[in-house]
């Protein structure tokens, strides 16, 4: 590994900096606007300069920059006090890299600079109440009507539908074939009639994922990705790039703030730092995430070197979240009675652990389950057989449903 910049990258990161610390919204260029509209404030503020989505192409509101150019990027930002952008995420991150490989030249020229630039938010609509994590037994229809396709069904668990302006959609297409054979990939705008969206209340008191159903909603055919039929190999393009913006994050909660709080708090007297078992916990939790920071630095090496990273992007998630919410789960414990404090006033470190132990199992899910990823990992990393799957080859209509 090498841990160093290259003079270009010294040179760039210096560049960055510059800007960065130049341009970061000050309180009066804030105030009065919420999350969002601080958001879009300095996403589009990105965009203008040429500091927005850097990777891609000029043409597409980017700067045509290099994968490590754009870590560095990601690397400075979070050193200056700047607003949250995570509104953009799902469209820039997984959307954008799907219609850049499946969209025509115009759809791409009139959609993603306007994702760039965070003026147009989008969603991901995958997931569905019967299908568990298997993507491919969607049951939400899409029936071709002339230059339109009819649209009825429900997703669920959808982030952010409530303030997205548009949305990628996988549909079945055809019943009567196999079920990844039988599907097919759209993006839609939605405002059109016959969305309804209805927030989920979580237990962190948020209301981030959604139920999203749809009665005789319109799509042309123009917003098909893709073949009909292809709609798999289009969503595997979404859900690679899914997997590699998934982290084991939670909020901030990390090694350097559980040692923090085992330097604060006290347990029979002495600071808790000096107890066997917490020293125990926390030399346990140093290794493991040491072993995640270097295995992303192998990544970046990688990257730094023109190579395509290996299958180690992997694991990040499989094994970063459990990771999170153990070091949350204790620290709680730590506290004693003062765990149960959520309001970031009263509980210890404006209360990152609490935030991160109720967040955390959805992150667990969100892009692909542990066991879903563990099966990833096994069968195309480590050449292990697949597992038996006994709707392998059969019509979707014919695949028992338990009812």
């Not at 300095?42 to 980017?62: H, N, S, V």
């Not at 668990?157 to 196999?178: E, H, K």
């Not at 730092?273 to 290794?287: F, H």
């Amino acid at each position: 590994m090498d841990f160093n910049d290259s003079r270009e990258e010294a040179t760039f990161r210096n560049e960055a900096r510059e800007w960065l610390v130049a341009n970061a919204p000050t309180a009066a260029d804030l105030s009065g606007l919420d999350d969002m509209g601080q958001a879009k404030l300095w996403q589009k503020r990105k965009a203008d300069a040429g500091w927005a989505c850097i990777r891609w192409p000029k043409e597409y509101g980017g700067r045509g920059a290099n994968a490590m150019e754009q870590v560095i990027l990601s690397q400075e930002e979070a050193k200056v006090k700047a607003p949250n952008t995570g509104f953009f995420s799902i469209g820039q991150g997984m959307a954008a890299p799907t219609m850049m490989t499946w969209a025509s030249e115009d759809q791409k020229k009139q959609y993603l600079p306007k994702l760039a630039s965070g003026e147009n938010i989008w969603c991901q609509l995958f997931s569905e109440p019967a299908g568990g994590s298997d993507l491919a037994a969607l049951r939400t229809r899409g029936v071709r009507d002339g230059d339109e396709w009819v649209v009825n069904g429900q997703k669920i668990w959808t982030s952010g539908a409530q303030y997205s302006d548009f949305g990628i959609l996988v549909l079945r297409t055809d019943p009567n074939v196999a079920k990844h054979q039988g599907l097919s990939y759209f993006f839609l705008d939605m405002k059109s009639p016959g969305v309804e969206i209805k927030p989920i209340k979580q237990i962190s008191g948020a209301s981030g994922f959604n139920e999203v159903y749809f009665t005789d909603v319109r799509i042309p055919d123009a917003q098909r990705l893709g073949e009909v039929g292809q709609g798999w190999q289009v969503a595997l393009t979404t859900l690679m790039n899914e997997r590699a913006s998934i982290g084991g994050g939670g909020g901030g909660a990390g090694f350097e703030q559980i040692m923090k709080l085992a330097q604060r708090l006290n347990i029979d007297d002495k600071p808790a730092i000096e107890d066997k078992q917490v020293r125990a916990n926390l030399a346990n939790w140093y290794v493991r995430q040491a072993g995640l920071k270097y295995t992303g630095y192998r990544s970046m090496t990688a990257l730094s070197r023109g190579e395509i990273p290996g299958p180690e992007n992997s694991i990040g998630k499989l094994v970063g979240a459990p990771l999170t919410q153990d070091l949350a789960s204790f620290a709680i414990d730590l506290m004693d009675q003062a765990g149960i404090l959520w309001s970031p006033e009263s509980a210890e470190l404006e209360n990152i652990f609490q935030s991160a132990y109720m967040s955390i199992p959805g992150l667990r899910i969100a892009g692909g389950t542990d066991e879903i990823m563990a099966n990833i990992i096994a069968e195309r990393v480590l050449g292990l057989p697949q597992d038996v799957r006994v709707d392998k080859g059969i019509p979707f209509s014919e695949v028992p449903t338990g009812n």
